[in-house]
């Protein structure tokens, strides 16, 4: 179609053509001219091509965003678009105003036309008017008046009015999505997945918001359904036949791709609507005009090949011939499937679409090489942009259609051809200034020239560094440039290391870089020096201030968070001491009351509550190996149901097995064949008593804690309690008491049968019983308590060698220990160099002029000196696993303080326990007594024979009732223990009886004492020190006939070894069943009739390693006799001959077999004083 548009488009390609004649031939005449006035009609030349290039671009643009209408009407003018006089389409409007044809009246050029009159203007622009609005009454009116002519009435819909509506203010279009910078930065991201919204805005604005990379590879691919001309026919042809001349034009004309010629004046035809082929940015090559000068045309197809190596398609042939390109319009939009391939990057991990925070995708699969496909719908205006957005790694091809054929194919160079091309440059730079006009710099300007910008960006950032070092000399290579220019152009920062990558001779810079002060003979060396001075003087004095800050700082937190836990633990403690005074306070009224009802409540149904907790301290628990087991050997508690008003509940420490229950269920069901004497006689008895175990066990098991801890934070425990005591008369009875027992009595609500914890706990240790002693006047051991420094002990020892220089063996123990563990000992005269200086020493003066200071100062001295290295070297713990040297031992008795008291001067010492109770009336009762056992060595017990035969039991009750009352005074209540020694001593040859230690608690020696009064159904008269059962005659048969007159019980006495620390450690190799069944077979055993045999006490089942075992006899003699000879026995069966295990049967039969000689030694000698006092009576008769 010819118009005004192609018009323009044939002027500027001939005024383009002319220009460039011109420029041609003014060369080849310029040499007789000046340089200077052909350069400067050079250079005006150059603006006029530049301006033409520039407004054919501009009307590129206006055509291609313009929109293409094809009318279905024959007519020529209405079905063509109309094309304004600057090249705009315009648009019709709806109801287009057809006017007759008129004869055109020509004017002569000469004659111009006379000026309108105002009356003539107004009269035209009511016409004018008329005719835009027929349909105005007024109209209508005046031209039916002035002209008679009666305008028809055509009815039209009246549009409903539009309500004005309000003016929108802000941003109208919503926000768009932008790649992140991390998408920029992170060399792992390639191509970011699309959304349907994204790919509908147009690949450029992906471009613009950093979506696609502008590196990235365009490919147009071939769409499935391709835009093509539609012929439209003159009318005087259109129902004309085909000629075979038309066919074959027509199949011509279909086949160009390139935009067919517009109508010349010859009267060449064209067809209208036609779709404009793509721009000059797609590798197509337009069609150039046949009537070009020859020289004209070389120059444009050299021009040609240029542009199209330069940007990968024909757009240098198209900006040359811009005009024959778009002599027919375009359409607005063409669609396409474009893949975008960016250059994979190798990366350890990819960063996910969801970390970018971009929404999925939902076009495609990426491809094989990293790209993904995607369609758009472009128009031609966004694929020349398209193609001005091309750099050194851009390319954009469209496939050619298989069905077009090319008038002239010329020769195109790609972009990647010319990339393999020599890439081998390397740039000087010399004092950090690059030479432009050098050789190299300009081939590799030439080679990068799609992408020379970001290249030189780069060279100007190493010659910068360069010249900031001052480095002479050095040598970029291209190659490694260009390499680099992928990642340079997303960062736009490259670090040092990489610019010195690119650089030839880099290990001589790096070594001038890395020279001392070298930056500071570079570009502004010496600024950069006073910066330097300056910012370091700063920092020097800003971080001197921040150091006093942050000083000031953490002294003021410390100080906060000091006072901040000071008063918090202040509160804390403040809250437990009025807890605990609260239930401290609960305790001593429960106490008050369970005084004034005591009467009452030892005569009638009760409970009586079981907690053999032992609340020492925590390193002593953590000290002492087995501390459950230590805490379960008083099982024997459970035997005094053998009052029948007495129901148990048991709070065991460790988990029983069921073979355990059954073996007490059997043994406590031995109470009615006990007393009547026949072993078939079996009760069952578990209404009477229950064994619980708390909960907390589980949760703690390998936890050293107290039994009463334990069952404090053991809810279910503590409820199953209360319902078995609801509506019952119940008091506890523990062990050593502590904080947790009262806070378990609050628990239950329920009194304490004891002393005030910290009562127990005072007079308990080895000092306060030394107190107690003192206080009530019995002997005690010479010694002195409370020490708890070395030289307070050095000085104490010494004194007490000075006034005691018969004692031979002296005695350390620890306050707060228990069972031996805590005690050394030590023969300091055997060991003393200066001891027998110190004996002629006193047999010097005497006894009263030894007492005196000055007398015995010099053996003080003398022996203070010597004492410390001989302790270090003869001094020996009883527990020597748990304190290995003295070193350990003295350290432990000086922290937690101790005794130093004689051990009795003589051979044969005998230790014995009486357990005594303290009734809330305030009675004092004799409970259990016997003589001690030592199976493992002098200073600990192992057992007791029962009861005591060592001390005359008057003077034994004595001192008991001495020390019971000490302990009332003190507000002791409860069962207690009173250890004594006994010994002959060898200047007097008479009895001495020692009070050596005090514990205020239940003692596993009393638990043995429950045990035999139950199997026994014996009673203890703790005054005369006898023990005395009752024999039940034999039943006779009913076949049988008495002989005899029956038989009345005789009440007889029993002697009894008792032990609860019986070790084997092979036992824990069998079960106890087939223990017991081995005794059986050796006849160990109890004979419920004659009061006589031996009976085990089992206290667990997970180390099976101790056990408790009685021994009764009719005298001592015998039940030390049968307890040796079944020890004895049991070792056989235990022990194997390629085993070691450890016990203390040797221990226990060597200890035996010294009191048996003891005892026949006094029997002997009791038996000659009988015969002498005969004699005497004899002769005075």
């Known amino acids: 179609m010819a118009g005004p548009g192609a018009e323009i488009g044939t002027l500027l390609v001939q005024v383009q053509e002319d220009l460039q004649q011109l420029k041609e031939k003014l060369r080849a005449i310029s040499q007789g001219w000046g340089a200077a006035d052909v350069g400067s009609l050079e250079a005006a030349i150059e603006r006029t091509e530049s301006g033409l290039r520039k407004h054919a671009e501009k009307y590129l643009t206006i055509v291609n965003t313009s929109v293409l209408t094809i009318s279905a009407s024959e007519s020529t003018g209405l079905c063509s678009r109309q094309i304004s006089k600057w090249g705009i389409p315009v648009e019709a409007s709806q109801k287009d105003i057809v006017f007759p044809e008129m004869s055109a009246v020509s004017v002569p050029r000469g004659i111009s036309s006379p000026p309108a009159s105002p ?43 539009v309500s004005p509506r309000k003016v929108t203010k802000g941003v109208t279009v919503g926000s768009l999505s932008v790649a992140p910078p991390s998408f920029h930065l992170n060399s792992s991201c390639s191509v970011l997945p699309l959304t349907k919204m994204d790919a509908q805005k147009g690949i450029l604005s992906l471009i613009e918001r950093g979506l696609i990379p502008r590196a990235a590879r365009i490919t147009l691919e071939e769409p499935l359904v391709l835009p093509k001309p539609a012929p439209l026919h003159e009318f005087h042809t259109k129902h004309k036949k085909r000629t075979a001349g038309g066919s074959a034009e027509g199949k011509k004309a279909e086949t160009r791709l390139g935009p067919p010629r517009s109508r010349t004046s010859k009267g060449s035809k064209g067809t209208k609507g036609s779709i404009a082929p793509p721009p000059s940015c797609i590798s197509v090559v337009s069609l150039r005009k046949p009537k070009l000068i020859p020289a004209i045309q070389t ?47 190798q990366s350890p991990e990819r960063t996910p679409r969801r970390e970018l925070g971009l929404p999925p995708t939902e076009y495609g699969a990426p491809s094989a090489d990293g790209g993904a496909p995607w369609v758009f719908q472009l128009s031609y205006r966004d694929l020349v942009m398209l193609a001005f957005l091309g750099h050194k790694s851009a390319n954009i091809d469209h496939p050619e259609s298989t069905s077009a054929k090319l008038l002239e194919t010329p020769e195109v160079t790609t972009a990647q051809a010319f990339q393999n091309l020599a890439v081998e440059f390397d740039v000087l730079v010399r004092k950090g200034n690059l ?46 440039v260009m390499e680099l220019l992928l990642d340079f152009e997303f ?16 290990v001589a810079v790096r070594k001038l870089l890395n020279r001392p002060g070298q930056r500071y003979k570079g570009q502004k060396g010496t600024e950069a020096a006073a910066t330097k001075i300056q910012a370091t003087w700063r920092c020097y004095r800003r971080r001197k201030a921040y150091i006093n800050f942050r000083r000031r700082q953490w002294a003021s937190g410390v100080v906060a968070i000091s006072w901040l836990v000071r008063m918090n633990m202040c509160r804390i403690r403040k809250t437990l001491w009025e807890s605990r005074q609260k239930h401290l306070e609960n305790f001593y009224d429960r106490a008050k009351h369970l005084a004034a009802n005591w009467n009452r409540i030892r005569t009638s149904k009760r409970t009586v509550i079981h907690i053999p907790s032992l609340g020492y301290a925590q390193y002593i628990r953590e000290a002492t190996p087995d501390f459950a087991i230590h805490q379960g050997s008083q099982i024997g508690r459970l035997c005094e149901i053998q009052d029948p008003n007495v129901d148990v509940i048991y709070v065991c420490p460790l988990q029983l097995s069921e073979e355990l229950l059954q073996y007490y269920h059997k043994l406590l069901g031995l109470q009615a064949a006990v007393r009547s004497g026949d072993p078939k006689d079996i009760a069952d008895l578990q209404d009477r008593f229950k064994i619980l175990t708390p909960e907390a066990i589980n949760s703690f098991p390998s936890r050293p804690m107290a039994l009463a801890t334990f069952l404090k934070y053991s809810p279910k425990t503590l409820q199953r309690i209360r319902n078995l005591i609801r509506g019952k008369e119940a008091y506890i009875v523990g062990g050593l008491l502590r904080q947790d027992d009262l806070e378990v009595a609050d628990a239950l609500d329920l009194p304490i049968l004891g002393p005030d914890p910290e009562v127990a706990l005072l007079y308990s240790s080895k000092s306060g019983s030394k107190r107690v002693f003192a206080s009530a006047g019995v002997p005690m051991p010479p010694g002195q308590h409370d020490i708890y420094n070395r030289q307070q002990m050095v000085e104490v020892l010494s004194q007490l060698i000075i006034d ?64 410390p290295g001989l ?19 003295l350290q432990t008795f000086v922290s937690q303080g101790g005794v130093i008291e004689a051990f009795p001067p003589s051979d044969s010492v005998t230790n014995l326990t009486v357990d005594m109770l303290i009734e809330p009336t305030g009675e004092i009762t004799m409970v259990s007594l016997g003589d001690q056992i030592h199976a493992d060595g002098p200073l600990r017990s192992s057992g007791t024979t029962f009861p005591q035969a060592s001390v005359e039991p008057g003077v034994l009750n004595s001192l ?19 250890d004594f020694a006994t010994f002959i001593h060898p200047q007097t040859m008479g009895q001495q009886v020692w009070a050596v230690d005090l514990d205020l608690h239940y003692s596993d020696h009393l638990a043995l004492t429950q045990v035999l009064l139950y199997v026994t159904n014996g009673k203890l008269d703790g005054w005369s020190s006898r023990f005395e059962v009752q024999l039940v005659p034999r039943k006779l048969k009913f076949w049988q006939v008495p002989k005899e007159q029956p038989q009345t019980a005789s009440v007889v006495s029993r002697s009894v070894v008792m032990s609860s620390s019986v070790m084997h450690t092979s036992l824990s190799f069998i079960y106890y069943s087939v223990f017991l069944q081995m005794c059986k077979a050796h006849g160990i055993g109890y004979d419920v009739q004659q009061k006589e045999g031996t009976v085990f006490m089992i206290f667990e089942d997970q180390k099976r390693h101790r056990f408790g075992m009685l021994t009764i006899g009719e005298h001592l003699q015998g039940a030390l006799m049968t307890f040796a000879h079944h020890l004895f026995i049991i070792y056989q069966e235990l022990s194997a001959p390629n085993l070691h295990a450890e016990t203390n049967f040797k221990g226990a039969v060597r200890d035996v077999e010294t009191i048996l000689g003891v005892a026949e030694h006094n029997k002997l000698q009791f038996e000659e004083e009988e015969q002498q006092a005969s004699k005497a009576r004899g002769l005075t008769k």
Not at 436 to 449: P, R, T
Not at 810 to 838: E, Q
């Open 491 to 506: 960062r736009q920062r490259p670090t040092r290391e990489e610019l010195l990558s690119v650089i030839k001779n880099h």
């Open 804 to 867: 005691y220089p018969e004692v031979k063996r002296w005695i350390f123990k620890v306050d707060n220990d228990f069972g031996g563990n805590g005690t050394a000992y030590c023969d300091v005269t055997a060991h003393l160099k200066c001891y027998p200086w110190v004996q002629k020493e006193h047999r010097r003066y005497s006894s009263e002029v030894w007492q005196k200071k000055w007398a015995h100062e010099p053996a003080l001295a003398k022996i203070s000196q010597e004492l």
């Open 960 to 978: 008991c009732s001495k020390i019971g009352e000490a302990c009332k005074a003190r507000g002791v209540v409860g069962y207690f223990s009173i």
């Open 119 to 161: 009356r003539s203007k107004h009269k035209l622009s009511m016409m004018l008017k008329i005719l835009y609005d027929p349909q105005n009454a007024q109209h209508r009116k005046v031209l039916h008046q002035n002209y008679g002519v009666g305008v028809p009435l055509v009815s039209r819909r009246k549009m409903a009015p």
């Open 299 to 345: 120059r444009e197809s050299a021009i040609n090949r240029v542009c199209r190596a330069k940007v990968g398609g024909a757009y240098g042939a198209a900006l040359c011939r811009s005009a024959p390109a778009f002599r027919k319009p375009s359409p607005p939009f063409i669609t396409c499937r474009i893949a975008l391939f960016v250059p994979p990057i």
């Open 871 to 889: 302790l270090a070297q003869h001094a020996q713990a009883v527990n020597e696993k748990r304190f290995p040297t003295w070193g350990k031992f």
């Open 435 to 480: 030479d432009q006009e050098a050789a190299d710099l300009v081939a590799f300007k030439q080679h990068c020239c799609l992408f020379w910008g970001s290249a030189l960006s780069f060279l100007e950032h190493v010659a910068k560094l360069l010249k900031d070092y001052a480095v002479p000399l050095a040598v970029i290579k291209g190659k490694k």
